[in-house]
């Protein structure tokens, strides 16, 4: 997915991507100094979801309560935005 469909983008990302579908090896001070210079900037991110559906929320919800009569029998673990590298990032490339 090209950089600018993206909602972040982490450098070594950006680096991995020109290397292996153009076989340039670029390194991540010019990467740097180029999203600048097209008008991106390093922001904090958190990984939540990029979009929310009240009424999916709601029918899933009557659905589990339809499924299951005692909600401490319930356990959650949400890992849709992470990867193996998420949990040391805080900071990514955005515009």
Known sequence: MPVN????VYLDEIQE???SCHG???LI???TQTLHCIHFTNKDVLGKALKHNDHDCMIYMN???E???NPEM???GDEASK???TSNRHRSWSR
């Open 5 to 8: 469909e993206q909602h972040t």
């Open 17 to 19: 991507q020109l290397l």
């Open 24 to 26: 340039i090896k670029v």
């Open 29 to 31: 001070p010019t990467l």
């Open 63 to 65: 659905y589990i309560a």
């Open 67 to 69: 499924l299951v009569l």
């Open 74 to 76: 319930l356990m959650f």
């Open 83 to 85: 990867d193996e590298r």
